[in-house]
């Protein structure tokens, strides 16, 4: 399913652009057996309009409790987040999130599971018009025209990641929130999803913060790479990666780029 990529407007315009996300000394705590567990803390980050950013880092260092907090799916102990200028304090509908794990529901059919997304409470109440469209617009910005009536086990991994994206873009996100959405997959299917990652951001100027384990997705991705390091979680380096999109064939104008945070990531995978 690989598709040809739509050119996205020029890093000067998304740099003038404001901020949509705004996180401000955000920590996070979890209470254990031994104690308290600071996950992350002293986080500050923006993330503007139609910007992607990724963050990347070693395994334990936050990143997914940082996502997680700023889905609404768990409470911070300190600091502010802030969508388009407006505190942020629970699941938000114009906030959307996908995980590794597609998370479909086995009984229902692809459209049933992209529909269960627009029955949460959340969104505003559809017509049932309303929701038809929104459904068959989702499937085709994933291209699963055809796969209406499939039931999960009837799909490939690809194929439930694409669906656990539509059933989210169908709620219209501002701002998209990924977790690793890609990494459980096979590295073919990766690049196809990539690839339609990439279109789907061009056409609808879609702001994304994606947690990856992977340097060369976040360089194939990101208009910036910011780097976590652990003990506890924090915000060490950040890059902005001005090489234009698409960037599957810029291996070389990234090398620099590329050697330098993976020399950071060493360092910070090295310190205790
Ligand atoms: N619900 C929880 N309860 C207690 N501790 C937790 C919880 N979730 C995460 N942690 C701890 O918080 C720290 C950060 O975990 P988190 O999953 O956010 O890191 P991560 O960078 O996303 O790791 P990975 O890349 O391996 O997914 C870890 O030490 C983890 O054990």
Redesign the pocket.
Known sequence: MSESIASLPDAPLREQAVSLLTVRQLQ?Q???RQGT?T??EGIDLEVRLGEVVCLL????????????TIAGL?SADRGELYLNGNPLRRSHPRVGVVFQDPCLLPWQTVAQNIAWGLTLKQVPSLSRTELRSRITEAIAQVGLQGFERSYPHQLSGGMAQRVALARTLARRPQLLLL??PFSALDAITRLDMQTLLLNIIAQQQTTVLM?T?DLDEALLLGDRVVL?A?RP?RIEREWAIAQPKPRFQQAHALADIRFTILEALATVMASP
């Open positions: 996070k979890y209470a254990g567990l996950a992350f880092g070693a395994s334990g260092c936050g990143k997914s409790s940082l996502l997680a768990q977790d690793e947690v384990h976590m652990r979680g």
